[in-house]
């Protein structure tokens, strides 16, 4: 049975990522400090070690025991608090990331599957974007994660330390089947916000500007679901075994939703009024981005299920749905 790391395995995407190695058979250990991760996340049947990117003793005992591979979710990913604190940023995205990389080096981990973004990109030049695409970030976030491809690409030249750099578009929704039981602490993300609307945890949704030239005038974003995004994390652990050579991917639906489109179909799938006010637009936000996810779908053979709309939206509501405030 092959032993799998997952660090940051408790928080929202980690815990999609430990559930779909298990569901292949891993053997998984989660690794997290628990700072955004929470403990509900945690499953029976997976390991957990209670510990900091940043302490490289921690990460050295964890790894000890022997791992085929680990995949690395730990990191800060508020694009807009990245531009007010990069020193945290930096610590907790580069310098924890290098720990991990040394440690993998020296315990013989020879694959690292490392958590990208979109933000990688910064504006489209053109759409949809593929991995050829300029590599130009406009925050301080996707900084982070360029910099980290770029130190995974001299790992494996120098050390053959392979890996696959994921990059996620808009992650959202939840397991369908009700496995995960946290909720992500904070969110700051579009579908979250609007389902804590939708249950009463806010009394109003900020619709960030309406005179984008798209096609409702609001922007557009390619969501795809957090567990196609975990399948595609144990296909890419697979394909290093079998190619042994890293490679970078997108992972989107390829389908632009506007936030007008969104909101809209969530009143109808939740039944709840979800009051909205047009706000002006916010700093940084390109009108439009949506993937190209061809590289994925040929080398992974990967297919997203569950990125539909309505499986994004009633997959969260089933996790606020519970938590409705009454007033
Ligand atoms: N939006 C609102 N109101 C809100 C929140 C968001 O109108 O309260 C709008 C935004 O303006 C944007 C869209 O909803 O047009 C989606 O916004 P999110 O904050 O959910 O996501 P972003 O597209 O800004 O960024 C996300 C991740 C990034 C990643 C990017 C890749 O947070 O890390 O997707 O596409 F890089």
Redesign the pocket.
Known sequence: MKRILVIGGAGYIGSHVARAFLDRGYDVTVFDNLQSGVRENLFEDARFIHGDIMRSDQLRTAMASGFDGCVHLAAL?A?GQSMVKPEEYAEANITGTIHILNQAVAAGISAVIFSS???VYGSPRYLPIDEKHPKEPENF??FTKLEIERILEWYDKLKGLRYAAIR???AAGYDVKGRIKGLELNP???LP?VMETAAGIRTK?????NDYPTRDG??I??YVHVSDLAEAHVKAFEHILENNRSFSVNLGSQTGVS?FEMVDRARVLTGRTIPAELTGR?AG?PAE?VASSEKARELLGWEPKYSDVDTLITSTWKMYEKRIVIH
């Open positions: 990913k694009a973004s979109a933000a976030y996707g996620y578009f808009n700051e993300n579009l916000i949704l900020s619709i960030f500007g609001s922007c974003r390619d936030v916010r936000d981005l």
